[in-house]
């Protein structure tokens, strides 16, 4: 079962604090800056704390330390499957992801939730994904039209960010070593 960018957040958020609002996990979202480059809103979490909770991976359980006005809102904690997806969802995010994609950002906003050891692997998986991926569209590139300048450059443009997120990603390892 695929989950969307909103409820991978939302899994690391519940996993890091347990027993969270929705509300909390809004203000959250907010002080680290996540709508800035993962698109969740507001309506997001609620829909995404909703289809969560349907799907078995986190539970609610009413928040009776409420203290301020409006209705009483629910705690969440994740379940065991929920932690199961999540770690899923944080190697496949850490390890098999495109250049620009969101999901590696989220990925790495919960790696802490990873052992040690695992992050360096994951990251290593990373760089030989990466440069599969530019072999991959480089031969591709040949391919194709070559009098067209655009082609050539979305094709130039791709390959770059390739570089640049593999780059990126030896520094990481770097970093944890």
Known sequence: MNITNSEFILL???SENEEISGYKINIL????GYREWAGIGSTSIYKGLKKLESNGFVESSLDITKTTKGPIGKKYIVTKSGQKKLQEEL???LSKTREHNPRFKIA??????LQYD?????????????NSEYKRLD?????????????RMLFEHSLQAIKSESKFTSYLIKQYN
């Open 12 to 14: 690391i958020l519940i």
């Open 29 to 32: 979202i907010e002080k680290y």
């Open 91 to 93: 190697k496949s995010g």
């Open 108 to 113: 790495f906003s919960g790696i802490d939730l």
């Open 118 to 130: 695992q992050i360096c692997k994951l990251l290593k998986k990373r760089i030989l994904f990466l």
């Open 139 to 151: 031969r591709k590139k040949e391919l194709v039209e070559h009098n067209i300048l655009k082609v």
